[in-house]
């Protein structure tokens, strides 16, 4: 398909340059007509991806909690480096697979979100398993090293953005499969002018607004320095907000790999798919249904991730379990 609009674009520059007078305003119509559609798709599926960027966002913030105030931006980077890296691995792995084999994006789709849950169930279960002079003894842990310059703090890092940049490549690979949806019957060069643009912005959209979240502290600091009183107030402000919000980030990026894990899940298998669907539209009649319509769909993707999640915590520690024995016999 890429051979053959390569062709069909050189036939046209070939004609174009046969008759110059002629086809430039042929050309030019052509041009505005095909713009029109890449920038309509383009904004539709923008749409559409909207809640996974929510997801990826608060996801991409939670990332970076916990890292030292000169770390913060050089983390946030080598993360949004490993993003972009991911959309250039996804975009023509998912135009290969949407012409080559297009039944294998729902279960590649679904391996994905069973990992996100599996992280999500792992973050919530380190939490509730340890006790509470435990996870104490692992902040003041990491505090020292964030204080001591002798630290190699981008060695310390390195599982933190691994990580990160895990998590991104499921979340990156809902959005495009989300676009590529969006754009399925469009030609090829549209597809891939809509899928480069949609992964060109989200990244740095996602990663330009996680930037300016951990940045908020410095924000607020410098405003407190300021001779003004309203911007000294704004400050102060800012940095009491900023732990609270840092916190609730935390929360939210848990939350959403529960619920981005569980919906792709869900989706993936039509009966469950079709039940929630219906329990959203019975939920519609409830007092204030239109809120309702959303939240209960949602509530039962995070109990079918949560649920999944355990699944495959068990699975995984069963398989290690296993591994161990045989490893010691």
């Known amino acids: 398909m890429a051979a053959g609009s390569l062709l069909a674009l050189l036939d046209d520059i070939a004609t174009i340059l046969d008759d110059v007078a002629l086809m ?16 309509v798709m383009t904004k539709v599926a923008a749409q559409k991806t909207a809640g ?55 279960p590649l789709l679904m391996v994905g979100g069973a990992f996100l849950c599996f992280e999500g169930f792992e973050k919530v279960a380190h939490k509730l398993l340890h006790a509470p002079h435990e996870e104490e003894a692992e902040h003041e842990s990491r505090a020292r090293a964030n204080a001591n310059p002798a630290v190699d703090l981008v060695a310390m890092e390195k599982d933190k953005i691994k990580g990160a940049v ?8 809902e ?4 676009t590529l949806g969006t754009v399925a019957t469009a030609p090829f060069g549209q597809q891939v002018a809509v899928l480069s643009g949609i992964a060109i912005i989200m990244t740095i959209g996602v990663y330009g607004l996680v930037a300016g979240i951990v940045k908020l502290d410095d924000l607020g600091l410098w405003l407190t320095g300021k001779g003004s009183a309203a911007a000294r107030a704004v400050g102060s402000g800012i940095l009491r907000a900023a732990p609270w919000l840092m916190k609730g980030l935390s929360i939210a990026g848990t939350a959403a790999m529960f619920l981005v894990g569980g919906g792709i899940l869900v989706h993936g298998v039509p009966a469950l798919h079709h039940a ?26 995070a109990v079918v991730g949560i649920v999944a999640g355990g699944l495959v915590l068990a699975g995984v520690q069963l398989v290690q379990r296993i591994r161990g024995k045989s490893a010691s016999h």
């Open 175 to 178: 959005i495009i499969a989300i």
């Open 52 to 106: 996974v960027l929510g997801d990826d966002l608060a996801l991409n913030a939670q990332q970076v909690t916990g890292v030292r105030a000169d770390r913060e931006i050089p983390v946030v980077w080598a993360v949004a480096k490993g993003s972009f890296i991911n959309k250039v691995i996804l975009v023509p792995a998912a135009l290969l697979i949407s012409a080559f084999a297009p039944w294998a994006v729902t």
């Open 276 to 301: 929630v669907e219906a329990a959203g539209a019975a939920a519609s009649n409830w007092p204030v249904g239109g809120l309702w319509h959303v939240l209960v769909p949602n509530l039962l993707n």
């Open 24 to 39: 430039t305003k042929v050309a030019a119509k052509k041009s505005a007509a095909m713009a029109d559609d890449v920038s």
């Open 166 to 173: 895990r998590t991104d490549f499921i979340l990156s690979a």
